[in-house]
Structures are given as structure tokens and as C-alpha cells.
């Protein structure tokens, strides 16, 4: 059998969208076929496109909003008004429809979410109180981290999932966890770091439809690099994340090792 790759148009929800196609081909009978891991990538990349579309949160975000207000599954349906399983299977990969996904988003705002809480009759009185301090807490954490807010922004864009984040909402935690990694392991030089960090990314973004940190890249002359990444770096040594070393070199040059801290 041979791996063959071409473009076709799938349909889901009645829209149609072009998916490069991954599928297993027998060389005696020519006949195609996939195993469970190309179906779920093939899906993945319809999916995405469809989320994209309709402005319809993924998974990660989906998680993140009930996690944020650490209440159940089973609850986070409940004061939405869904189903009392569908809030678990959203997290779990099953699309919103478009109504669902926009009370989803509206309770990212916790102000919002309060307003929900309140209404639903249902919930007794010790989670509203557990809720509400929760809310409040929010509430101020969002004023004491302010810049942390406004410095991820400046690093990522105020992007939402997209195909150029590689449909991952851009964490800079998880980032910053990659760059320590690598400096841990290997000691790289500057632009082996950058390398190192687009082959994490993109590889497991052509395995399963979606990047691991969400943050975008560009071309330089030297190669692929991170949106930002000399001002990251330069961030993340501050914090004393990592320490940064530099060699000037006989040519004139300068060569920046990363090591860590």
C-alpha cells in the first residue's frame, strides 16, 4: 500500500470544502481506503473550515470557558439551557450549532455568564454563592494581569483559531513550554531553536489538522521563524525562563545559544 494525498470536496452541514484528502492506496486493486487516523484527520480539516466559517469556538476554547468557572460539564449544560450531555461532547469534538456557539462565546465574559447564572432556577444556592466568588475573582484577576493580557497580544495578534495559527487558539503558555524544552534538551543556537519549533508545530499539525502552540510563523532568509520570536525570547530571559549567551564570531558576526536557566 502507498499513502496518496489529493484535494477533494466534502460536504458537512450542507457547505461544501476543499480537504486535502490522506488515504491509503492498494497497488494490486488500486482501491482506496482509510484507517481510523486519515478519517480523523480528513475530518478534522472539514471541520475546521466549517468552525472557521461561522465564527464557531473548538474544543480547547470550549474546554478552557467551563474550566475557567470550574463547574461540571453537566452544569455548564445546564445554565446554557442544552442538553445535559452536550456541553461534554462539544469538548469532546462534536460541533455547536451556530446558536449554541454563540451563548458559548457570550460566557467567555464572566460579567456575561453571572447574568446566566442567575437566571437558571435550577442550580441550588451553594454553587451560585461558589460561582459567583469564582466570577469575582475573575473579574479581578483581569485588572492584576492587565499587561500580561496586553503583552500576549502584542507577541500573538488577538487572533481567533484560523488556518494560519494551525486552527489552535495561540497560547503563549504552551509556547513558552516548547522554547524550554528544547533549551533544556539541546542548547540550540538561535535559528536550530526556530527550526525546532516550526517541525513541533507543523508536524503535528499534518498528523492531525491542528498545530501545537497556535502561533504563527514567517519566512526570513535563514528560514521559518515565530511571529516576534527574537522580543519572546528576550521576554522569556527576563523572566529567567531561559538564559541566552552570545558569541561573536571572526567573520563579525554574532551567534545567540540558548541554554538553560
Known amino acids: 500500500m502507498s499513502i496518496v494525498k489529493e484535494w477533494r470536496t466534502m460536504s458537512f452541514r450542507k457547505d461544501e470544502f476543499s480537504v486535502l484528502a ?3 492506496k492498494c497497488e494490486d486493486t488500486g482501491e482506496q481506503f482509510e484507517d481510523d487516523n486519515f478519517a480523523q484527520l480528513n475530518y478534522n480539516q472539514l471541520v475546521n473550515q466549517y468552525r472557521v466559517k461561522y465564527s464557531i469556538p473548538f474544543p480547547d476554547q470550549i474546554s478552557a470557558t467551563r474550566i475557567k468557572y470550574n463547574i461540571s460539564a453537566a452544569k455548564m449544560s445546564e445554565i446554557l439551557g442544552f442538553g445535559a450531555n452536550s456541553y461534554r461532547q462539544y469538548e469532546s469534538g462534536e460541533v455547536p450549532n451556530q446558536s449554541n456557539a454563540k451563548l458559548i462565546q457570550l460566557v467567555v ?7 446566566l447564572v442567575a437566571l437558571c432556577t435550577s442550580l441550588d444556592q451553594k454553587l451560585i454563592v461558589k460561582t459567583s466568588r469564582i466570577i469575582e475573582n475573575l473579574l479581578a484577576e483581569q485588572k492584576k494581569y492587565k499587561f500580561e493580557k496586553q503583552l500576549e497580544s502584542y507577541f500573538f495578534g488577538t487572533c481567533l483559531p484560523n488556518s494560519l495559527t494551525g486552527f489552535k487558539t495561540p497560547s503563549f503558555q504552551k509556547f513558552s513550554e516548547m522554547v524550554v524544552f528544547f533549551t533544556s534538551k539541546l542548547q540550540p543556537w538561535k535559528t536550530k531553536l526556530n527550526k525546532l519549533l516550526f517541525y513541533a508545530d507543523f508536524s503535528l499539525y499534518q498528523q492531525t489538522g491542528f498545530s501545537m502552540s497556535g502561533i504563527q510563523y514567517r519566512a526570513i532568509s535563514m528560514g521559518p521563524v515565530p511571529n516576534n520570536f527574537n522580543s519572546i525570547f528576550e521576554y522569556l530571559a527576563n523572566k ?3 538564559d541566552i549567551y552570545y558569541t561573536n564570531f571572526a567573520d563579525g558576526g554574532t551567534g545567540e ?3 538553560p536557566n
Open 22 to 24: 490522506h488515504l491509503y
Open 109 to 115: 465574559d464572566a460579567r456575561e455568564f453571572n447574568k
Open 240 to 242: 529567567d525562563e531561559i
Open 257 to 259: 545559544q540558548f541554554k
